[in-house]
């Protein structure tokens, strides 16, 4: 049996202990071998994104003492911004001996229901859906490709981890407030930033 890897990709603009806690939790609770961070290159359109490099640092940082927890640089150093497609297929070259599962959240898979490749994504994939504040389960009733392929995705609820968000820590790092960010993101990643002045304008 192919040893089973979910692929978990975003921004981490930055990488903070939500998503650290909610990957070690996928992995308990769905058996897998290893979770792979994938982060986006710097072509995504983001407002204050940090460089791809630094959100790949911080992200091995965060990840350095979990033993099933690793990051790839697949995404970064590439001249273009991959679609969710490209971005599925090159995972898939780069990991041919594992069974993939992709981690979206619930507000990624009302985008994804959008993409013209939608059918394609739904038919070959199997993910793993993260819930958030939306109805992801009435998506399911009213989205006929997600009702044909329902049993490729799996719904992750009662999110734990959902209090806290990237986008709150780079608020707070603006303002001078970094350290009441602190429980909020590892120490080496906060460490990280203060170092090199990150998501201060």
Same mark, same amino acid.
């Given at each position: 049996?192919k040893?089973r890897?979910? &692929? &978990?990709?975003g921004?981490?603009?930055?990488v903070?202990?939500a998503h650290?806690?909610?990957?070690?939790l996928?992995v308990?609770?769905?058996?897998?071998?290893?979770?792979?961070?994938?982060?986006?290159g710097?072509n995504?359109?983001k407002s =204050?994104?940090?460089n791809?490099?630094?959100?790949?640092?911080?992200? *091995?940082?965060?990840?350095? =003492?979990?033993? *099933?927890?690793?990051v790839?640089d697949?995404?970064?150093n590439?001249p273009? /911004?991959?679609?969710?497609l490209q971005?599925?297929?090159?995972?898939?070259?780069?990991?041919k001996e594992?069974?993939p599962?992709f981690?979206i959240?619930a507000? =990624?898979?009302?985008?994804?229901?959008k993409l013209?490749?939608f059918?394609?994504?739904a *038919?070959?994939y199997?993910?793993?859906?993260?819930?958030?504040?939306i109805p992801? *389960?009435?998506? &399911?009733t009213?989205?006929?490709i997600?009702?044909?392929y329902c049993?490729?995705f799996h719904?992750l609820e /009662? /999110?734990p981890?959902?209090q806290?968000?990237?986008?709150?820590?780079?608020t707070?790092?603006?303002?001078?407030?970094g350290k009441e960010?602190?429980?909020?993101i590892?120490?080496e990643?906060y460490e990280?930033i203060?170092?090199?002045?990150?998501y201060?304008?």
């Amino acid at each position: 049996m192919k040893p089973r890897y979910g &692929f &978990f990709g975003g921004c981490f603009n930055p990488v903070t202990n939500a998503h650290v806690n909610l990957a070690s939790l996928v992995v308990e609770q769905y058996s897998l071998d290893r979770l792979v961070f994938v982060p986006m290159g710097d072509n995504y359109q983001k407002s =204050n994104l940090a460089n791809e490099q630094h959100r790949y640092e911080m992200l *091995k940082l965060a990840t350095k =003492n979990q033993t *099933k927890l690793e990051v790839s640089d697949i995404e970064l150093n590439l001249p273009y /911004n991959l679609t969710m497609l490209q971005a599925f297929q090159k995972i898939q070259e780069n990991y041919k001996e594992v069974t993939p599962y992709f981690i979206i959240g619930a507000d =990624n898979l009302m985008k994804l229901t959008k993409l013209f490749d939608f059918e394609i994504l739904a *038919k070959n994939y199997e993910y793993i859906i993260i819930e958030r504040d939306i109805p992801i *389960k009435q998506l &399911f009733t009213i989205e006929p490709i997600l009702q044909q392929y329902c049993t490729h995705f799996h719904i992750l609820e /009662n /999110n734990p981890y959902k209090q806290i968000s990237a986008s709150e820590v780079r608020t707070l790092l603006k303002s001078k407030k970094g350290k009441e960010s602190c429980w909020m993101i590892p120490k080496e990643v906060y460490e990280y930033i203060k170092q090199n002045d990150l998501y201060i304008e």
